[in-house]
């Protein structure tokens, strides 16, 4: 999943991020909330991990304006108060979850996990493309009931250009869901990951096709 973490307080942004990445996840780190505000009103995510103590724009009204402009992500709440009255506001404002600080990492993987099920019945576990199967609570493509064993960053690289499928997916885009917004990786990064999956994926039927100059997208090749 592309998750969204929005905590000030840079250590501990860091080490959930390190964690959810290690995970095969896409993890984007903000401290900010007006920075993070306008960062969801023009990104995508999978799930925000959101802190409701936050300079700039709160938690809670980062969650009440992301609802307002109809983005369904799911949300858990990070907080440090212990009041119930907080609890209930972002639950009530469309969060799906909470915790409250101090919180051990395996719980909060839990929490992400149970979300990301939740997520798979809502848009199907398992999605089919050529001769292949892409299992989403698995993590595993499959031909023929056999695992394709595609390791955890090329199989990021698959997951983006599934979810654009037929579009084209830039570069810039790719690294981005790969390796994190602001990660310190060049673009070019990503094209020995494309190569090695195309070689993968080319004899069941799906290709990845280079746009010059633009980037990448996945296709059924026409039998």
């Not at 599934?162 to 602001?182: A, N, Q």
């Not at 070019?188 to 010059?212: C, F, M, N, Q």
Request: net charge negative; hydrophobic share 45%.
């Amino acid at each position: 999943m592309r998750i969204v973490i929005v905590e000030d307080n840079e250590p501990l942004a860091k080490a959930i991020s390190y964690r959810l990445r290690d995970r095969g996840h896409a993890a984007d780190v903000l401290h900010d909330g007006r920075d993070a505000d306008a960062f969801l009103a023009q990104e995508s995510a999978d799930l925000i991990v959101l802190d409701i103590n936050l300079p700039g724009k709160t938690g809670l009204e980062i969650l009440r304006d992301l609802r307002a402009r109809g983005d369904n992500a799911h949300v858990i709440l990070l907080t440090a108060r212990i009041e119930t009255s907080d609890r209930v506001a972002g639950l009530d404002l469309g969060a799906d979850d909470y915790l409250v600080k101090p919180f051990e990492m395996d719980e909060l993987e839990a929490r992400i996990r149970a979300l990301s099920r939740r997520r798979d019945l809502e848009f199907g576990a398992i999605e089919a493309i050529g001769a292949l199967s892409f299992d989403r609570t698995a993590r595993q493509v499959s031909a023929n009931g056999s695992s394709l064993g595609i390791p955890r960053k090329e199989l990021a690289v698959f997951e983006c250009l599934l979810e654009r499928r037929g579009r084209i997916v830039s570069k810039s885009v790719l690294t981005d869901h790969v390796y994190g917004i602001g990660a310190d990786v060049d673009e070019t990064a990503v094209e020995p990951l494309v190569s090695r999956l195309r070689r993968r994926l080319v004899d069941h039927g799906v290709a990845i096709k280079t746009a010059r100059g633009l980037g990448y997208m996945l296709d059924v090749v026409p039998k």
